[in-house]
C-alpha cells in the first residue's frame, strides 16, 4: 500500500501538481499546524502551511511517502489548476435528487457546450472531480455551491485528494482523459471574481452611490442582451452575482434587478424563461448571502 501511494504521488508530481501528505485513510493533511510548529526544518523562516510545503520534488516525496501509508493532497493553487468538484446528495435514499454530475450537465447544456472532455476521477462518495488548468493572470479561489447545487470548485488556497488515495468509503480513482484540458472560456466567465463596486467616501454620498447603482444596472442589462450565444447564461449570471451586492447595500431593489435582466436575457432567448430566472435566482441568492447589508443613513 505505501508503495502504491508513493507512486501515486509521484505520478501526480510528474504531471506538474505539487502534492503534500494527507493522514492514512482520510482527506485531513499531515503536516503539523501553526501551534505545534517547531520552527525547524522547512519552518525555520516561519511556519509553512500544506500549501506552501506541497512539492512536485521526487527526493522530498520519497522521503515523506517513506514514513507512512499517507494519502495523497493535490495543492491546486500552486498546480495551477481548478478542480470541479461533483459531489453526490448526502442523502443517498433521496433519489429523485439531481447530483452534481446533473446540475453541472445542465449548466453545461444551457451554455451551449458539452461536458468538457479532461482528466477526472471518481472520489470515494461515487462523486466525480474534473481537472483543468487555470488560465494565467486569473486569481480563482473555492467556490461552494455558487455554481450549483452539489457543485464545488478547488483552485487557489484548495486541494484534493488524488486518485491512487483510499478512505474508508473507497479509492480514488482515475477515470479518463490523461491531460487536463484549459479551463472552458465560458466557466472562466462564471468562476472570475466580480470587481467589488468602488467603496463610497463616508459622509453625504447617498446620491453618488444611487447614481453608480443605476450606471452598473444599465452596463450589466447591456452585457446580458448583447451576449454571443453560448454565453448568454453565463453572463447573466455574473450580472446578476454583480447587482446583487447593490441589493444588498441598499441601492437597487431585487425586484428591479430582476425585471431588468429578465427582459435583457428574453431579447434573444435561445432557452425557456424558466432557465433565465433560475440563473438570475440563483446568482443573487449568492451574492446577496456573500454581501451582507451595510448600514444607511436615512
Not at 213 to 241: M, Q
Not at 250 to 262: I, K, N, P, S
Request: hydrophobic content about 35%; aromatic content about 6%.
Amino acid at each position: 500500500m505505501r508503495e502504491h501511494l508513493l507512486n501515486a504521488a509521484l505520478d501526480a508530481a510528474a504531471r506538474g501538481w505539487h502534492v503534500f501528505p494527507l493522514r492514512p485513510g482520510t482527506k485531513r493533511p499531515a503536516l503539523h499546524g501553526e501551534q505545534t510548529c517547531t520552527g525547524t526544518g522547512p519552518c525555520a523562516d516561519g511556519h509553512r502551511k500544506w500549501e506552501q510545503r506541497a512539492t512536485t520534488d521526487p527526493d522530498r516525496i520519497r522521503a515523506a511517502w517513506s514514513r507512512a501509508p499517507f494519502n495523497v493532497g493535490i495543492a491546486t493553487g500552486p498546480s495551477g489548476l481548478v478542480v470541479v468538484d461533483l459531489d453526490v446528495p448526502k442523502d443517498k435514499g433521496s433519489s429523485d435528487a439531481p447530483d452534481g454530475a446533473a446540475t453541472f450537465g445542465a449548466l453545461c447544456e444551457r451554455a451551449g457546450h458539452p461536458v468538457p472532455d479532461t482528466y477526472r476521477t471518481r472520489t470515494a462518495s461515487g462523486g466525480t472531480h474534473l481537472y483543468f488548468t487555470a488560465p494565467t493572470g486569473v486569481r480563482l479561489s473555492n467556490t461552494a455551491g455558487s455554481i450549483g447545487p452539489l457543485v464545488d470548485t478547488r483552485a487557489c488556497g484548495g486541494y484534493v485528494v488524488a486518485a491512487g488515495s483510499t478512505l474508508p468509503a473507497g479509492p480514488y480513482e482515475a477515470l479518463c482523459a490523461p491531460v487536463a484540458a484549459p479551463l472552458p472560456g465560458w466557466l472562466l466567465s462564471i468562476l472570475r471574481p466580480t470587481p467589488k463596486p468602488v467603496q463610497a467616501h463616508t459622509g453625504p454620498t447617498v446620491g453618488q452611490s444611487r447614481r453608480y447603482a443605476d450606471v452598473a444596472l444599465a452596463n450589466e442589462v447591456r452585457n446580458v442582451a448583447t451576449a454571443a450565444d453560448g454565453t448568454r447564461n453565463a453572463t447573466l449570471l455574473r450580472a446578476a452575482r454583480a447587482l446583487g451586492r447593490l441589493i444588498a447595500s441598499g441601492d437597487l431593489t431585487r425586484v428591479q434587478v430582476e425585471q431588468a435582466l429578465r427582459e435583457a436575457a428574453a431579447g434573444n432567448a435561445t432557452q425557456p424563461q424558466r432557465y433565465y430566472d433560475d440563473v438570475i435566482r440563483r446568482g443573487l441568492d449568492w451574492s446577496i448571502a456573500h454581501n451582507p447589508a451595510c448600514g444607511r443613513a436615512a
